[in-house]
């Protein structure tokens, strides 16, 4: 499996361009060198993933606009009978992902899930070619059995570089979690199937790398809406996000 998944390499590098896009900014944003360097390194990676891809039976490019089945549960934080649902397929190991958290994340949040217009919903996409991003994802399940999914999900993304075990066990503490019991956790691999459920939810929504977001509305069991990809400025999200409560007030009008 591959880190841009069954799209042309065309399509591909097109998605990789625009998370490439979004170094400029991060670096302006303060980014330390280790920070630069591990954004180079991702690239290189999907870099070679794409020369691999040779296949011309590749599935064609989805749209921009979604619209598929939602499985119920998850991680969420918000309203849960707010207008829009904002879905990250996020990678806790992936460079991109923590440039989003340590950014654009904080506005968003304050903006409109604090306030009730936005529900903000996790789902795992570990990429295949991120030693430790399935076991990152495994971890945030198990401090969610102690309460604390959404503290180690941040001391996770903000160490996006340093996921070995031994330094989960240490985020684990610092978190307040039973250690001994985190570390059984881990080891027991116990989520995988449930891991794997969010890689194939977000596969369907046309996922292809991360971090990728759906913005839409959820009417019983189906999220309609749009595919948003890469670590974007607040800006681009905001404006996303005020069109679509437009249009909701509208529909409610009518």
């Known amino acids: 499996m591959s880190a841009i998944r069954y799209v042309r390499p065309w399509l591909a590098l097109a998605a990789t361009l625009s998370l490439l896009m979004a170094a ?14 591990e954004m180079l390194n991702e690239l290189k990676q999907i870099r070679q993933t794409l020369e691999k891809m040779q296949s011309p039976q590749a599935a064609p490019a989805p749209d921009d606009k979604v619209s598929y089945k939602f499985s119920p ?3 969420s934080m918000g309203d849960a009978k707010a207008p829009l649902v904002l879905v990250e397929y996020t990678d806790l190991q992936c460079p991109f992902c923590q ?21 903000f919903v996790s789902r795992d996409f570990p990429l295949d070619f991120h030693d430790n991003a399935r076991r990152a994802a495994t971890a945030g399940r198990c ?17 996006a570089e340093a996921l070995k075990a031994d330094n989960l066990a240490t985020y684990a503490g610092t978190v ?23 890689v194939a939810e977000g596969g369907v929504a046309g996922v292809q790398g991360t971090p990728s977001f759906v913005i839409g509305r959820l009417e019983n069991d189906k999220l309609q809406g749009v595919r948003m990809v890469g670590a974007m400025p607040y800006a681009q999200f905001d404006a996303k996000i005020q069109e679509m409560l437009g249009e909701t007030a509208k529909n409610a009008k009518n």
């Not at 400029?24 to 360097?37: C, I, K, N, V």
């Not at 969610?144 to 903000?158: L, N």
């Open 24 to 37: 400029p900014l991060a670096r302006a944003d303060g980014m330390t060198s280790e920070q630069a360097q």
């Open 73 to 75: 549960g998850g991680f």
């Open 99 to 119: 440039q989003f958290h340590n950014t654009a994340f904080a506005q968003i949040k304050a903006n409109y899930i604090d306030t009730g217009k936005v529900r």
């Open 143 to 159: 401090a969610a059995e102690q309460g604390k999914y959404w503290e180690m999900r941040h001391v996770m993304i903000v160490n």
């Open 176 to 198: 307040k979690l039973d250690v001994p019991k985190f570390k059984s956790c881990l080891e027991s691999d116990k989520f995988k199937a449930q891991i794997d459920q969010d």
